[in-house]
C-alpha cells in the first residue's frame, strides 16, 4: 500500500517538474528592446482608470488608451453595491463618489404583484449599516478620469486598432489610431491589459474559444431617467423593485420597435404598475422618446487554461460578464483591478515572460471567489425573475413561454426573503459583494426551493399532498436544472457539473 502510494507521489513530484519544463520551453521568447511602457490600457471606463491609477501609484510607468473621452450618457452602471464601494476605497478611489450627487442605498423595496412587498436592508457590518451608491455612470466615469490622470497615469484619447504580435503568441504592444483617416501607431509595453467593455474584439484574439470567447446576449434593458423621482419613490434611498404580475417582461430578439410600439408598451404594460405618482414623469420620458436600450450580456471569466497568449490580461467586461440585474459589474471589476494589481506588484521582473504568465495565472485563480459569487447570482435572479416573454405586436399580447415551475420558483424566492433573519441576511450579503462565498449562494439557492416545496405541502393539505409533491419535485428538479449550467459555467463542483454536459445556450430564442 505504502510503496503505491509513495510511487504515485514520485509519479507527480515527476509531473510537476516536466510540466514546468515544457512551461519554459513553448514559452515565447521576449523580445530585448527597450519598451515604451510598463503597461498599456485599452480602455478608459471603469476597470481601466480604476486600474490606470493604481498602477501608477504602484509605481509603474502606465499609458491608458480611451476612443472617447467626453462623458458618456449611457445606462450601463448607476448603482455601486457596498462590496464595490469597499473596493474602491481599498483602490484609494474613494473620493470618486465625491461631487456627484450620488445618493446613498441602503437596501432594497421588492414589491410583488400588485399588493405584497418586502423590504431588504443591507446587512450591519463594522461601523453600522453598509451602503451602495447611486449615481449617473457618466459623471463617476470622469471622476475616475481626473483620478487616474492625477495619479500619475498617461491618459490619450486614441482607439486601439490591432494588437503588436511579433513572436507567435506574445502581445508586445497595441497599434493606435486617433482619428479614422490617420496611419497607425505602435507603441511598445511589457504588460498590455484589455479592459474595452464587453463585445470586445481583443477577448476573441487572446482567448480560447473552447471556454467560451464571445457573450450571449440574453435580453435587452430599457432605461428611463425619471426627473425628480428620488423623493417620489415609495422607498427612497432604496433599489424600488417592481416585481410585475407576470414576471417581469423581458425582450430578447423581439424587443418592440422604437416608436409608436415601444410607446404603447411602456405606457399601457408597464406604466400601470408603477406608482401613481410617478406616472407623470414616466410620461413625459416616454413621450419625450429619451428611451435608452442597451444589450444585456453573459459570458463567464477566464481560466488559466483558456489563455492562448502571452503579455496579455484581460479584465473587466472585455473578461466576464453577467446578468445586470444584481447591478454587481462594477464590484466584480474592482475587486478584480484589486486582484491584478496584488499581483501584478509582486512580479519582480516585467520583462520575465514566465512570471508574468504566472502572476496572470494566479490573477485568474484568486479572482474567482468574488467573481464566481456575484456572476451565478446575477444569472440566477435573472431566469427566475424573467421567464415570461411578453411581446406586443400589431395591437396584440401574446405570452410566448411561460414555464410553471420558474413562477413557483418566484414566489418561493419572495417568501424565503420575507422570512427575515438569515434568511435576508443572507441573500443580501452576497448581493452587496460583501460575501463571496459561491457555495453559500448555493446553500441558499437550494434552501429556497427546499422551503418552498414545504410550503407547498403545507398549503396542499392532506387532500391535495400527490399534486403538492408532484409541484414540489418539479420545482427541485427545475432549480436544479436552472443553476447547474452556472455552476459548471463558472468551473465549481466539476466533477459532478462537467461543463459538456450542463452548456448554456440563450434562454430564450
Ligand atoms: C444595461 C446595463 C446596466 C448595468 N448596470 C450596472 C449597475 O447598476 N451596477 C454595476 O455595478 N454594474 C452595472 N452594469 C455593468 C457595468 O456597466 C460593467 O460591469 C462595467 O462598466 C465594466 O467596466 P469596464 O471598464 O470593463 O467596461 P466599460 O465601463 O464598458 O468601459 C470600456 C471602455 O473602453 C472604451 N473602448 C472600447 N473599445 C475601445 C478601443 N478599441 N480603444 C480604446 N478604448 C476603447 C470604451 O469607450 C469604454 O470607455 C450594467 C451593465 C449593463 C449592460
Known amino acids: 500500500m505504502w510503496t503505491i502510494t509513495g510511487c504515485g507521489l514520485v509519479g507527480l513530484i515527476i509531473h510537476r517538474i516536466l510540466n514546468k519544463f515544457y512551461k519554459l520551453l513553448t514559452l515565447p521568447k521576449p523580445s530585448f528592446a527597450k519598451k515604451d511602457y510598463d503597461v498599456v490600457i485599452v480602455g478608459g471606463g471603469i476597470g481601466g ?46 473620493h470618486c463618489l465625491e461631487g456627484i450627487d450620488a445618493a446613498r442605498v441602503f437596501g432594497y423595496q421588492v414589491f410583488y404583484g400588485d399588493d405584497e412587498q418586502v423590504n431588504l436592508p443591507y446587512p450591519i457590518v463594522e461601523g453600522g449599516r453598509a451602503e451602495g451608491r447611486s449615481f449617473h455612470y457618466g459623471r463617476f466615469i470622469m471622476n475616475l478620469r481626473r483620478a487616474c490622470e492625477q495619479d500619475g497615469a498617461t491618459l490619450l484619447e486614441r482607439t486601439v486598432v490591432s494588437l503588436i504580435e511579433k513572436t507567435p503568441g506574445l502581445i508586445e504592444g497595441v497599434q493606435y489610431k486617433k482619428n479614422n483617416n490617420d496611419s497607425t501607431v505602435d507603441v511598445t509595453c511589457k504588460l498590455v491589459i484589455i479592459c474595452n467593455g464587453a463585445g470586445s474584439s481583443f477577448t476573441r484574439q487572446v482567448r480560447s474559444d473552447r471556454f467560451g470567447n464571445k457573450p450571449l446576449v440574453v435580453s435587452q434593458f430599457i432605461g428611463l431617467e425619471l426627473a425628480d423621482s428620488a423623493e417620489k419613490l415609495p422607498k427612497p434611498n432604496h433599489g424600488n423593485v417592481f416585481v410585475l404580475p407576470t414576471g417581469p417582461v423581458c425582450f430578447t430578439q423581439t424587443l418592440p420597435k422604437r416608436g409608436e410600439e415601444m410607446t404603447k408598451y411602456l405606457l399601457e404594460y408597464i406604466m400601470p404598475h408603477l406608482p401613481e405618482n410617478l406616472h407623470e414623469s ?104 424573467a421567464p415570461s416573454l411578453t411581446v406586443v405586436r400589431n395591437d396584440q399580447e401574446k405570452t410566448i413561454h411561460k414555464d410553471d415551475t420558474v413562477s413557483l420558483l418566484r414566489r418561493a424566492v419572495f417568501r424565503y426573503l420575507q422570512r427575515g433573519s438569515f434568511c435576508q441576511t443572507g441573500p443580501l450579503s452576497l448581493l452587496s459583494g460583501l460575501w463571496h462565498s459561491p457555495y453559500g449562494l448555493l446553500f441558499h439557492f437550494f434552501s429556497v426551493a427546499l422551503l418552498g416545496s414545504v410550503d407547498l405541502i ?29 455552476i459548471a459555467e463558472e468551473r465549481l463542483l466539476s466533477c459532478v457539473f462537467p461543463r459538456f454536459f450542463w452548456k448554456r445556450t440563450a434562454p430564450i430564442k
Request: hydrophobic fraction near 40%; include cysteine; charge should be positive.
Open 458 to 486: 403545507k398549503e396542499g393539505g392532506i387532500l391535495g399532498i400527490f399534486g403538492s409533491l408532484y409541484k414540489s419535485l418539479k420545482m427541485i428538479t427545475g432549480a436544479t436544472t436552472l443553476i447547474a449550467p452556472l
Open 49 to 94: 482608470c480604476a486600474l490606470g491609477s493604481a498602477l501608477s501609484k504602484a509605481g509603474k510607468n502606465v499609458l491608458v488608451l480611451e476612443r472617447d473621452m467626453s462623458e458618456p450618457d449611457r445606462i450601463i452602471g448607476e448603482l455601486l453595491q457596498p462590496g464595490g464601494v469597499q473596493h474602491l476605497k481599498d483602490l484609494g478611489l474613494g
Open 282 to 385: 414616466f410620461k413625459a420620458e416616454v413621450d419625450a422618446s429619451r428611451i435608452k436600450v442597451v444589450q444585456n450580456r453573459e459570458m463567464p471569466g477566464e481560466t488559466p487554461e483558456s489563455l492562448t497568449k502571452k503579455g496579455v490580461v484581460l479584465i473587466g467586461d472585455a473578461m466576464n460578464c453577467r446578468h445586470p440585474i444584481t447591478g454587481g459589474g462594477m464590484t466584480v471589476t474592482f475587486s478584480d483591478c484589486k486582484e491584478l494589481v496584488k499581483a501584478i506588484i509582486q512580479i519582480k521582473d516585467l520583462n520575465c515572460v514566465s512570471e508574468v504568465d504566472e502572476a496572470i495565472q494566479s490573477f485568474y485563480s484568486n479572482r474567482k471567489k468574488v467573481a464566481s459569487t456575484i456572476n451565478i447570482l446575477a444569472n440566477a435572479l435573472y431566469s427566475i425573475l
